[in-house]
Each structure stands twice: as C-alpha cells, then as structure tokens.
C-alpha cells in the first residue's frame, strides 16, 4: 500500500499589532495629503505603529508566537524550528528570529529569518511546510512580521501613508489527510529592485551622515511601476497555480492577497473573476505591514473558514518576489480544547 503523502497543515495562529494608531487624519498634519485622497487611492484609514523605543520586530513576533502558543496550549519546548520573514530585523547582525525564539522561551528550537519583503511570508511557508514534509520536524513556527515605521520618512507623502507594523504567526504539523500547504508557486525578478528599496544601510551604501541627509535609509518607490507590476504577478500566479491543481474559481473558497493597496487587491480580483466576498480586506485597519499582512488576515479572519475549504495565498514585493500557494484548510487545535 503507498504511504500517504504528508502535507503541512496550520494548527494554530497568533497575531500581535501595536495599539498605536496613525489614522489618514494625523498624516494630514505630517504632510500635503488628505483622507480623501488616501482613502481613495489606497482603501487605507488607518495604521498600527510600535512607538516604545525599547520593543522592534523580534517582540511583536514574540507577542504574535506567545498568543499562538497560549491559545493552542501548546507547550513552548514542543516547537521545533521557527522561520521568521521580515525586512525589517532588529539589527543587522544577529538574526531576529534568535530574540524571537529566546522572548517567547522556544528553548528547543532553531531559527532563521527569511527576507523575501511582502512575500517573505509564503517564502517562508514553503520553507516550513518542507521541513515538515521530510518528517524530520513535528512542529514549525512560521512568521511575517515588520517594523514598516523603523524604515519609512514621515516627510514623503508617496510612501508614509501605505505602511503598518505588526505581526502573524502560524504553527504547521503534519497531516495525512492531505491538509495544509498543498502547492506553491515562487518567482523572483531582480530588475524590481530598481523600483523599491531602501537603498542605504546595507553593504553596498553603509549607513552614514550622507546617506541619512538624502534620506537613502528609508523606503524608495516608483509606485506607478509597482501597482501595476503587483497587479500582474499576483493574478498570473493565481491562474498558473489554479490551473495546474484543477482549480475553476468555484472551487476556490477564499483568496488572501497581500494588502498593499485596495485598488490592487480589488484589481486582482477582478481579474480573476473572483466575487469580491471570497477576497480578504483587511487593510483598512493596518495599511501594508509587509510580511505581516497575509498571516494577519488568517488571524483576523479564522473563523470565516471552515475545514476541507480551499484557499489562495497570493503575494508581491520588493524584488521584486511574488508567488501563490494553494492551502486547504483544517482544524485548528484551540477548536479541539
Ligand atoms: N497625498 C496626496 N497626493 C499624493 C500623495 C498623497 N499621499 N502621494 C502622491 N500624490 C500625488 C502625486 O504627487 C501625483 O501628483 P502629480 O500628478 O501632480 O504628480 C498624484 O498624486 C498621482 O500620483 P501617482 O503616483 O500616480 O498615484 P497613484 O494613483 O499611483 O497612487 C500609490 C500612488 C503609491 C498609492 C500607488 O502607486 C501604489 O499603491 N503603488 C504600489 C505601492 C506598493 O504596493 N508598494 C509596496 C509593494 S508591496
């Protein structure tokens, strides 16, 4: 008889977002834009940002794993490994998935961070959902989690207004039910780098008092390129992954896109004929928080999903990278409590 495949399934999720908010009234104040014209051009009204100088990346993803942890009462020391996504890590050097693993007490587990910027989430799933699928790991911590505020200039109207902080994290354990991660679909393009950045700070323009004077620490964007190169990815790969699964947009139950930009979201959808009730918004409440924004909607949005559902992840960013992953959904462990 052959042996079942084994398939990584989300148990559990946690979120975390900072209960500071920046609404589109207090950037009217900071530069020349108007609720009006953020609203219209983005879907966003406000942001959650991390103002205590003393909290980064590493402790609201230590937050969004605690959560996890305590609502699946899942012993810290049973989690095996934990990948953390992120652009915006605590510090250069070291990786902040070790702050992560030593805040929420992961005291058996190893970590890495993943950069791959507002896919670095499904970058990261698949690295999971693999290390699961060898069966050499039991149980994988997955996160997406940015400090967008640490890297954007409150004095650029084009990009202060799209950006969030916050965190989500889900944890993956085998499944023979054929539940969970099911397909992935990556590509990446360097040319993208052209057109989203930040540019200094890294190994090629260390950070210094020219760079900081020109502003070369923060986040560059053409966003006329970006939007409609955003537009383009995430539909191709949803088409490319639904077709080679046999998928017809009836099968499909929900679609969770990356929340940059409400046109963008809503432009997908459109293009893949999908009734905007099947498609996850949640950017109204926290802008783009980079690769915090897909784990966040399975935060906010878990219980609108039922077992046996098929459901799209669909992401793009700097890179440029983007991608899909085809999940079905299962039972999470607090619903078996
Ligand atoms: N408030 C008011 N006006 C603004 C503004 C703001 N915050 N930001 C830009 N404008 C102005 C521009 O200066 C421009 O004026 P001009 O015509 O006099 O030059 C006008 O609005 C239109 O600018 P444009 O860049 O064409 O607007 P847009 O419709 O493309 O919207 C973005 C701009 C950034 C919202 C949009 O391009 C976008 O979302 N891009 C993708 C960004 C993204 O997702 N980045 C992360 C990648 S995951």
Not at 100 to 118: M, P, Q, R, T, Y
Not at 172 to 195: Q, R, Y
Not at 212 to 235: E, H, P, W
């Amino acid at each position: 008889m052959n042996k079942r495949r084994i398939t990584a399934e989300i148990t559990a999720i946690g979120g975390y977002v900072p209960e500071d908010r920046l609404t589109n009234e207090d950037l009217e104040k900071l530069v020349e834009t108007s609720d009006k014209w953020i609203t219209e051009r983005t879907g966003i009204k406000e942001r959650r940002i991390l103002r205590d100088p003393l909290l980064a990346t590493s402790d609201m993803a230590a937050f969004a794993v605690k959560k996890l942890l305590e609502d699946s009462r899942l012993p810290a020391e049973e989690v095996d490994c934990l990948i953390l996504a992120t652009s915006t890590p605590d510090q250069l050097l070291a990786p902040a998935a070790s702050l992560v693993c030593e805040k929420a007490g992961l005291n058996n587990a190893w970590g890495f961070d993943l950069n791959a910027a507002c896919s670095g989430f499904l970058y990261a799933l698949s690295m999971g959902a693999s290390l699961i699928e060898s069966e050499r790991y039991k149980k994988v911590i997955v996160i997406g989690a940015d400090q967008m505020s640490a890297i954007v200039n409150y004095s650029d109207r084009n990009t202060c207004i799209l950006f969030g902080d916050g965190a989500g994290a889900v944890l993956l354990e085998p499944s023979t039910a054929g539940i969970g991660v099911i397909d992935n679909l990556f590509k990446t393009d360097g040319k993208g780098v052209a057109c989203l950045s930040v540019p200094a700070g890294g190994s090629l323009e260390p950070a210094s008092t020219e760079t900081l004077a020109a502003g070369r620490n923060y986040v560059q964007q053409d966003g006329r390129t970006v939007f409609k190169a955003a537009i383009k990815g995430m539909s191709d790969a949803c088409l490319e992954i639904m077709e080679r699964n046999n998928l017809t947009n009836q099968d499909v139950d929900w679609i969770i896109p990356h929340q940059a930009n409400l046109r963008i979201i809503n432009a997908v959808g459109n293009r893949l004929n999908f009734p905007l009730e099947k498609v996850k918004v949640n950017i109204q409440r926290y802008g783009n928080t980079t690769a915090a924004t897909i784990p966040l909607c399975l935060w906010d949005f878990q219980d609108d999903f039922t077992a046996g559902d098929n459901i799209l992840l669909t992401a793009f960013g700097a890179g440029f990278t983007w991608g899909s992953t085809y999940l079905k959904w299962g039972t999470l462990r607090h619903h078996n409590l």
